[in-house]
């Protein structure tokens, strides 16, 4: 088998999910602009995927908040730490709370973030909720 799997088996829950590679350092990237009641800091966000393929070194879940381009406060969580084993679906979650005194139009991101081009692993089943502390 050598790794190889079935198009059944890359789907976590659904027939839609994406990769990473040597050539798509990043994931599909989720984005908000926070307004109103999001910017609050009794909230925290919760962010989450699956993921199914080796265990990546240093390849990360990443929550970044973002202003007029440039990073406000970022927070990673390997996703090595979360595997049980490899080419079996594990999932990584990653908690941030919001920072104090966001200005108004701070872009909210999460995403997966291939720094060093590890090897192709497969990512299904983003989620992104905000949580009341």
């Known amino acids: 088998m050598n790794g190889s799997i079935t198009k059944d088996e890359l789907n976590q829950s659904d027939a839609k999910f994406n990769y990473i590679d040597g050539t798509n350092r990043l994931s599909a990237v989720y984005s908000d602009t ?49 595997a049980d084993h490899n080419f079996t679906w594990n999932r990584v979650i990653l908690q941030q709370l919001i920072p104090p005194d966001l200005p108004s139009g701070t872009v909210l991101k999460v995403y997966v973030d291939n720094k060093y081009n590890s090897e192709k692993f497969y990512l299904d089943d983003f989620q992104v909720d905000f949580i009341k502390k």
């Not at 699956?50 to 879940?61: E, H, I, K, M, S």
């Not at 406000?72 to 979360?82: G, H, T, W």
């Open 34 to 82: 926070l307004k109103g009641d999001e910017l609050k800091t009794d909230k925290l966000i919760q962010a989450s995927v699956w993921f199914y393929g080796p265990q990546p070194d240093v390849t990360a879940l990443v929550i970044c908040f973002e202003n007029n381009g440039k990073i406000i406060s970022e927070n990673e969580a390997r996703i090595r730490k979360f």
